[in-house]
């Protein structure tokens, strides 16, 4: 899953905020968090989707305005 990074005057603060964008390796069983992955570009996610037929991650990049196929085995 992708998070957005802190809440820059959307909501209130929460001490678990980051100041940037995540993308989070969870367990779908236990919903635990296994790691957290810092994106290589610039200014965010907006979307991300498994594909199942490249075995990659397909996330939307806002500050490169593109979508950026991610090869899991060269970042996770």
């Given amino acids: 899953m992708s998070a957005n990074g802190s809440a820059n ?3 209130p603060a929460r001490p ?3 100041p940037y964008d995540e ?4 367990d779908l069983e236990t919903g635990k968090t296994i ?3 810092r994106p290589p ?4 996610s907006h979307g991300i989707v498994w594909v199942d ?6 996330v939307t990049a806002v500050g490169l305005k593109c979508i950026a196929e991610l090869d899991v085995n060269l970042y996770f």
């Fill in 9 to 11: 005057n959307r909501r």
């Fill in 35 to 37: 790691r957290r992955y």
């Fill in 16 to 18: 678990t905020d980051f």
């Fill in 53 to 58: 037929q490249t075995k990659s991650l397909c």
């Fill in 23 to 26: 993308i989070v390796q969870s």
């Fill in 41 to 44: 570009w610039p200014s965010g």
